[in-house]
C-alpha cells in the first residue's frame, strides 16, 4: 500500500520583542490566524517580549542587586503589560481591556490559550533570560522551551512570513 | 452562490470581531466529516474576505456567501483528507 505523505505546513516566524498589551495582541492575533490557517508558526520571545509569556503569579527569582531590581521594575506577565500609547499608570489599559470585553473580545491571555491550542511553537531567548538572570521557571507552561538566534533564522530562513514586532 | 445549499452544522459568530470567526471555524470543522457543508454566521465584515482566504490558505471549500441584513452567512464544505 502506498504510503500517503502529507504535503509539508508552510511556516511563518514571529519574533516578538515588544512588550506591551497592543502589540503582544497583535502578535497573537497574527500568529493565531497563521495557525488556523494551516500553517506551522513559531513566536520567538526576546527582551522585553518575555514579560508577555512570564508567569502571572509569585515573585521573579533572581540574584545580583541589579538583576534584582530589573525584576522588580520589569516584573512582566500577560496581565500587567501597558500598552504602547495611553497606559497613564494603567488608567488607559484598563479602559482598553474593559473596552475589549464589551466587544467580546478575547483578552491577551485567552489569545494564549488558543494560540497553545492551534500548536503554536512560543519559544524564549536565552540571552534575555540569561541577561534578567531568569530562568525557565519563570515563565508559563505553554512555552515549549529556550533557543538561540541560529534557531531562529534557521526558522525564519524556510518561512514564507518573518514578522518583527 | 446555489440558494437551496444545506448546511450540516451552523457556527454562530455574531458580536465577535477578527480573528475569532476563523479562529472559531478552524477548531468547528475538525468535528465534521469531509465534504460535510459548515455555515459561519457573522457580522463583521471582515469575513467577506477572510473566509475566502483561509479555504485558499487551508483546501477546504468556499462555497458563497448571502447577506441578510448585517449578518453575513459564509458556506464552507469541508475537504477530504
Redesign the interface.
Known sequence: MAE?VKPAKEKAALVVFSGELDKALAAF?IA??A?????DVTMFFTFWGLNIIKKNEGQLQSSGWMEKMLNWMNRGGSKRLPMSKFHMFGLGTGMMKALMRK????SLDEMIQ?AHK?GVHMIACNTSLGLMNLTEEALIPEVEGVAGAATFVGIAQESKISLFI | MNADIKADAILDCVGLYCPMPIIQTTEHIAGLEAGQVLEVVADDKGIVTDMPAWCKGTGHEYLGMQQQGGEYHVFVRKKHG
Do not use: F, K
Open positions: 500517503i492575533n493565531t490566524t495557525a488556523a490557517m494551516g500553517m466587544r467580546r473580545m478575547p488558543t492551534l
